[in-house]
Nanobody, 127 residues
Framework: QVQLVESGGGLVQAGDSLRLSCVAS????????MGWFRQAPGKEREFVAH????????YYVDSVKGRLTISRDNAKNTVYLQMNSLKPEDTALYYC????????????????????WGQGTQVTVSS
């Protein structure tokens, strides 16, 4: 089992920044590719970004490239999502998730391929 707890969300204005954190406990965090997803009201859960188990490789959905950065600190069992130049359309509940399988790469952008999820942290961006 892997337990994931997100934090760092909040209410900000357009153009502001936030850094989301996701702390993992349980099985060896450094063996899992990690992803961030988001879900806006009335919409399906959407892939945002993922990072390899070592942190050396990342992938982003086009809509966030250049504004959001995923990173991880395996010594702290933590994955981050640095969010800059936030837009109202970034408003959503943000989830971190651990990919199924050990040391899988390329990782999937499909939610069903992630086996462990946090409870989510809300990000609201006002215009």
């Amino acid at each position: 089992q892997v337990q994931l707890v997100e934090s760092g969300g909040g209410l900000v204005q357009a153009g502001d920044s936030l850094r989301l954190s996701c702390v993992a406990s349980g099985r060896t965090f450094s063996n899992y590719a990690m992803g961030w997803f988001r879900q806006a009201p009335g919409k399906e859960r959407e892939f945002v970004a993922h990072i390899s188990w070592s942190g050396g490789r990342t992938y982003y959905v086009d809509s966030v490239k250049g504004r959001l950065t995923i990173s991880r600190d395996n010594a702290k069992n933590t994955v981050y999502l640095q969010m800059n130049s936030l837009k109202p359309e970034d408003t959503a509940l943000y989830y971190c998730a651990a990919h199924k399988g050990l040391r899988v790469w390329p990782a999937s952008r499909v939610a069903e391929d992630y086996g462990y999820w946090g409870q989510g942290t809300q990000v609201t961006v006002s215009s």
